[in-house]
T-cell receptor, first 113, second 111 residues
């Protein structure tokens, strides 16, 4: 089955700096890669996603890149703000008729003012 | 438009008991998935329901079972609770089975 590796597990940046979180996946049939933000005690919130027919997608300060050949995708946050502090999860779907998501273990991002 | 809701918010049970968790999907979403999130981990897929039928199952024993109703709401039932079942249980719904929107979760504690 699908395996998703995520790193780093923790990331601390200064306000205004950029943050990059990287994930690799194992199932070449996966075709959908979302990123979720989870604040303490809250639900995972979908912040951006990318499908396999696209190499990059941007939404204001957030961007995701996908390299299908290398089976890795990354989240880029520019001009970080303290409110970006949270746990970020990458995920990949399964390639068959079962549309489950396999999640990475998460990255705790801390943005220091 | 109402988002995904879950009930109850918190639950405390003892080992061996049974529990039922409930989920109302986002308006218009016909597919529901359940996930278990242990502390400090990513969510793990339990199973998925599409049009009232199970459409895939993760590595969870048969004592984890579910239902989906005609209005697309769903239940997760866990029998013979074990200490390791203590976790946050998340329900997610989707209209296209790509973008998934999560509920706030039910925090289950098994003593």
């Amino acid at each position: 089955g699908e395996n998703v590796e995520q790193h780093p597990s923790t990331l601390s940046v200064q306000e205004g700096d950029s943050a990059v979180i990287k994930c690799t996946y194992s199932d070449s049939a996966s075709n959908y890669f979302p990123w979720y933000k989870q604040e303490l005690g809250k639900r995972p919130q979908l912040i951006i996603d990318i499908r396999s027919n696209v190499g990059e997608k941007k939404d204001q300060r957030i961007a995701v890149t996908l390299n299908k050949t290398a089976k890795h995708f990354s989240l880029h946050i520019t001009e970080t703000q303290p409110e970006d502090s949270a746990v970020y999860f990458c995920a990949a779907n399964s390639g068959g008729s079962n549309y489950k998501l396999t999640f990475g273990k998460g990255t705790l991002l801390t943005v220091n003012p | 438009e109402t988002g995904v809701t879950q009930s109850p918010t918190h639950l405390i049970k003892t080992r061996g008991q049974q529990v039922t968790l409930r989920c109302s999907s986002q308006s218009g979403h016909n597919t529901v998935s359940w996930y278990q999130q242990a502390l400090g981990q990513g969510p793990q897929f339990i199973f998925q329901y599409y049009r009232e039928e199970e459409n895939g199952r993760g590595n969870f024993p048969p004592r984890f079972s579910g239902l989906q109703f005609p209005n697309y709401s769903s239940e997760l039932n866990v029998n013979a609770l074990e200490l390791d079942d203590s976790a946050l249980y998340l329900c997610a719904s989707s209209v296209d089975r790509f973008s998934w929107f999560f509920g706030p979760g039910t925090r289950l504690t098994v003593l």
